[in-house]
């Protein structure tokens, strides 16, 4: 599948920004199932400075310097996107939780880049309330991806998808007794589960198509930025994504911007300015399959 992707981000403030320094995570990534045919990042007003780079995870990150006052920011990322995610292996087939705990405990070639996503971060701890609500999902033995299907059903149809009643900051136990949120907050709830198990699990952030195929329900969190899990399987299988907001696996819906412990790490846009006061966010985001429109 190949699609047109289109994101723009848009600060208006109350008094004109003199300095601002940016991190954008904005251009797609390059995968052996992802292949970046176009892309493109445009910014108002005119930067005195750009850097592109990589950071730590392999993301491909854009460093932005403003050195002039500026009542708006906005920066906008236009790509196109061709997307084979590989089949998730038969999930009985998979080896034992446990094992693959172990695994990655013990680290050692096919182990070792999984490893670092076993400890907990700041917005995704090893939580103790979200693994004993996975526990049940995940009993002595069983396949790895079998326990990874049932808790990805089960926040997707025991929790609500509800903008507006948690922040970035909202912790993973208001979200377990609330039972409701939007994806970062469902994404962050796994992966702290999975963490305190002894899995592997790693924040992904990306893009899920704006409009639902002919005859399918439309997707939740497709008006912004997305997120969902990627989990490993062990040194076989590497790693599977889920994305627990929807209850799939994904496949063809989804477009990876990068990943790494948890939003912090992929944050779209993440700056440090001096003056502005207060601010407006708006956000859009369009991912279509390329000749729709």
């Known amino acids: 599948m190949i699609y047109k992707v289109r994101h ?7 008094s004109p920004v003199d300095l601002a320094a940016h991190m954008v995570h904005l251009r797609p990534r390059a995968l052996p199932w992802q292949r970046v045919l176009a892309a493109g990042l445009s910014v108002t007003p005119k930067v005195a400075r750009r850097r592109d780079g990589v950071d730590h995870f392999g993301n491909l990150v854009t460093w932005l310097f403003l050195d002039l006052p500026h009542p708006e920011f906005e920066v906008t990322t236009e790509a196109v996107v061709e997307v084979r995610f590989p089949a998730a292996p038969e999930a009985a087939a998979t080896p034992a939780w446990e094992q693959v705990a172990a695994q990655a405990r013990r680290g050692g070639p096919g182990a070792w880049q999984a490893a670092e996503y ?4 700041r917005m995704a701890p090893a939580h103790a309330g979200a693994g004993a609500y996975a526990a049940k999902c995940f009993p002595p033995g069983r396949p790895v991806l079998e326990g990874l299907l049932e808790l990805n059903h089960r926040i997707r149809t025991e929790f609500r998808f509800r903008a507006g009643v948690t922040t970035l900051s ?6 377990l007794e609330r039972r409701e949120g939007v994806c970062q907050d469902f994404t962050h709830l796994m992966i702290g589960a999975l963490r305190h198990l002894g899995l592997p699990a790693r ?4 893009y899920i198509r704006t409009r639902p195929p002919p005859g399918q329900e439309r997707r939740r969190g497709a008006d912004q930025s997305h997120a969902w899990v990627g989990c490993w399987l062990g040194a076989e299988h590497g790693w599977v994504d889920l994305d627990p907001t929807n209850g799939i696996v994904v496949k063809d819906e989804h477009v990876v911007l ?8 992929v944050s779209p846009v993440l700056g440090v300015i001096l ?4 601010h407006r ?9 390329q000749g729709e429109g």
Not at 275 to 278: E, T, V
């Open 258 to 265: 990068g990943w790494g412990r948890d939003y912090a790490d």
């Open 203 to 206: 924040y992904t952030s990306g």
């Open 281 to 289: 966010l708006e956000v859009g985001v369009d991912l279509e399959p």
């Open 170 to 175: 909202t912790p993973i136990s208001e979200v």
């Open 8 to 14: 723009t981000t848009r600060y208006s403030y109350a």
């Open 118 to 121: 076993c400890f907990g971060s």
């Open 275 to 278: 003056g502005g006061g207060a």
